[in-house]
């Protein structure tokens, strides 16, 4: 049965130079004198080391837990003693260092004890733990946990698993070296995961450029005796993106405010479905991949490659010829350029490219936009990229918002058709970093500030508690020096007694305050005719004299008398003395 299908919008159709890469099967490249293995290897939490500098481990063995739930555990990829855990440089554009664990091979190769698990016997839970632990993440390019992806949304029945063999990046043929090669192991893969998932149907897509491929994978489904249906896609770049297979093979498009599960399917790589099968029917963890050496080499091909493994190893494998003018780590679409051959490969170490000027000719110099909408017309999102060029290089980061600027997914298809050569996708990059940058600002801010607020708020509750301790403690001392009045026993009577003991009650209370009043108003007073002027001291005889004869005429006058002072109480006298 011919399987309807169904075209994304945009796209396009560069050169794809997979044919020299794929002339010979998959081969194992040797053993390094050092593994450089990163600790942090997938998206989310860097899991934390668990050996120690010293120690003696053995293939397959633990040496990063995964940190929390979206995270997948590291593990030694042989045997051998660890020289150190410390930063090295990183498979990344930036060239940074990551902590990663340094381990001496002791050549044994000498393996853990394995176990191996009937995921159909275990709760759902529990698979997606072992597969966490096993260090399965998808090895497409985006290194997400898998079993991240594992758990269906509880509203909504997963119709579709899409199992991803497009690999439309060109010079990369991992994965199609994998179908031919490992068919049958990817089949029983993907059989883990439709029952994890529950999916009533399975839905292999393949570029139509792959045909041995195609067939090999045809062929494992009749053998296994699975109902999977394997379909060829149009070979269009980005067919590989998830979104964009979603579309062709189920019609379904997967807005950028939602997750596939949502819309009751999900996708994974071929190569992450083979390591899941690994893991759990072999109980091997992740300690390799497949990665494809191009370009201007001696000898393209594809080689499994232990995890921190340098690649200046791996390239010195394909013998790269003089004239080579960098190294890509992933296709020339979205892939960048190696900073330092010292770095490891990684789990996202998909491809390998040897760059030369014949190949990837230095990029004309950026010309001025010409508004002429051919990048709007290849891109896979329908955005307008000339859009969010203009306001990204303007700095004007909300506008780029209002663009949809995080539904750009780098796949590079405006850089490659711009007519003024200008690099697109970094001016996108650097806008999504800054605003990055000022969200982790602001968020920093916010959090001062709530500790401003709470720091404030607490001071003044401990302020608030002090005082009224203050003025209990003060209403105390003054209910001990007064004595208080009396009280009537109290009688069981009619409500009348109750009222009239109760206004009693509020009439002493009434009375000790006032005597509280009188009593303050009483020090205070004492305490002024307590305090003796200070200006009297240091006086000459003579001033001494006429405040003596002061004194001498006040102590003849007559006392005021008990109504208080009066026109008629004031002798002549003294009143024309005040006068």
């Known amino acids: 049965m011919l399987a309807q299908l169904f075209r994304f919008r945009g796209g396009v159709k560069p050169e794809t130079n997979k044919t020299i890469s794929v002339q010979e099967p998959i081969a194992q490249a040797p053993l390094p004198a050092r593994l450089f293995v990163p600790l942090h290897q997938s998206i989310g939490g860097a899991p934390n080391p668990l050996v120690e500098v010293g120690e003696k481990v053995r293939k397959g063995q633990l040496i990063g837990g995964a940190d929390g739930w979206v995270s997948a555990a590291v593990h030694a990829p042989t045997s051998g003693r660890v020289l150190a855990i410390e930063p090295h440089v990183a498979a990344h554009p930036s060239g940074l260092p990551t902590l990663c664990v340094v381990i001496e091979p002791d050549g044994r190769d000498e393996w853990i004890e394995r176990r191996a698990v009937d995921h159909r016997s275990l709760a759902p839970e529990r698979v997606r733990e072992l597969l966490r632990d096993a260090g399965v993440v998808g090895l497409g390019g985006a290194a997400f946990p898998s079993h991240a992806k594992l758990t269906p949304a509880r509203a909504v029945a997963m119709e579709h698993l899409v199992i991803n063999g497009a690999e439309c990046e060109p010079f990369m043929t991992c994965d199609d070296m994998l179908m031919r090669e490992r068919a049958e192991e990817i089949v029983r893969g993907i059989a883990i995961f439709r029952d994890l998932l529950a999916a009533r149907e399975v839905l292999i897509g393949i570029e139509d450029n792959k045909p041995e491929a195609i067939a090999a994978m045809q062929a494992a489904v009749l053998r296994l005796a699975e109902d999977y249906?394997?379909?060829?896609?149009?070979?269009?770049?980005?067919?590989?993106?998830?979104?964009?297979?979603?579309?062709?093979?189920?019609?379904?498009?997967?807005?950028?405010?939602?997750?596939?599960?949502?819309?009751?399917?999900?996708?994974?790589?071929?190569?992450?479905?083979?390591?899941?099968?690994?893991?759990?029917?072999?109980?091997?963890?992740?300690?390799?991949?497949?990665?494809?050496?191009?370009?201007?080499?001696?000898?393209?091909?594809?080689?499994?490659?232990?995890?921190?493994?340098?690649?200046?190893?791996?390239?010195?494998?394909?013998?790269?010829?003089?004239?080579?003018?960098?190294?890509?780590?992933?296709?020339?679409?979205?892939?960048?350029?190696?900073?330092?051959?010292?770095?490891?490969?990684?789990?996202?170490?998909?491809?390998?490219?040897?760059?030369?000027?014949?190949?990837?000719?230095?990029?004309?110099?950026?010309?001025?936009?010409?508004?002429?909408?051919?990048?709007?017309?290849?891109?896979?999102?329908?955005?307008?990229?000339?859009?969010?060029?203009?306001?990204?290089?303007?700095?004007?980061?909300?506008?780029?918002?209002?663009?949809?600027?995080?539904?750009?997914?780098?796949?590079?298809?405006?850089?490659?058709?711009?007519?003024?050569?200008?690099?697109?996708?970094?001016?996108?990059?650097?806008?999504?970093?800054?605003?990055?940058?000022?969200?982790?600002?602001?968020?920093?801010?916010?959090?001062?500030?709530?500790?401003?607020?709470?720091?404030?708020?607490?001071?003044?509750?401990?302020?608030?508690?002090?005082?009224?301790?203050?003025?209990?403690?003060?209403?105390?001392?003054?209910?001990?020096?007064?004595?208080?009045?009396?009280?009537?026993?109290?009688?069981?009577?009619?409500?009348?007694?109750?009222?009239?003991?109760?206004a009693a009650t509020a009439s002493d209370a009434e009375a000790i305050r006032k005597a509280a009043i009188a009593a303050a108003m009483e020090r205070a007073r004492a305490q002024r005719e307590s305090a003796q002027p200070r200006n009297t001291d240091g006086l000459s005889t003579g001033q001494q004299r006429e405040i003596a004869a002061v004194e001498a005429r006040r102590a003849v006058l007559p006392a005021t008398p008990a109504g208080g002072p009066g026109a008629d109480s004031v002798p002549p006298a003294a009143s024309q003395r005040d006068e």
């Open 229 to 502: 249906r394997v379909v060829g896609v149009p070979t269009r770049y980005p067919a590989g993106g998830a979104k964009q297979l979603i579309r062709v093979l189920t019609g379904k498009e997967v807005p950028a405010s939602k997750r596939s599960t949502e819309l009751g399917v999900q996708c994974f790589n071929v190569a992450t479905v083979y390591t899941a099968y690994r893991a759990l029917a072999c109980g091997e963890p992740v300690l390799s991949r497949i990665v494809t050496l191009t370009g201007n080499v001696e000898r393209p091909r594809n080689w499994e490659v232990r995890l921190g493994t340098p690649m200046r190893e791996v390239v010195a494998l394909g013998a790269a010829r003089a004239d080579s003018s960098g190294f890509l780590m992933g296709g020339p679409m979205m892939g960048f350029e190696i900073p330092d051959l010292d770095a490891p490969v990684v789990k996202a170490t998909n491809c390998i490219i040897a760059a030369s000027p014949g190949l990837f000719p230095p990029p004309p110099p950026e010309m001025p936009c010409i508004r002429c909408g051919a990048c709007a017309e290849v891109c896979p999102h329908e955005l307008q990229p000339f859009e969010l060029y203009w306001f990204s290089r303007a700095r004007n980061f909300g506008k780029t918002q209002e663009y949809y600027i995080f539904d750009c997914i780098e796949c590079g298809c405006c850089s490659y058709v711009c007519p003024s050569h200008i690099p697109l996708v970094q001016y996108f990059r650097f806008a999504k970093s800054e605003i990055w940058a000022r969200e982790r600002e602001k968020q920093a801010a916010d959090a001062a500030k709530e500790r401003f607020e709470l720091r404030n708020a607490r001071a003044e509750r401990e302020q608030a508690e002090k005082a009224e301790r203050l003025a209990r403690a003060a209403s105390a001392r003054t209910s001990e020096k007064k004595v208080a009045p009396e009280r009537p026993p109290a009688v069981d009577g009619p409500p009348a007694a109750a009222a009239s003991e109760a």
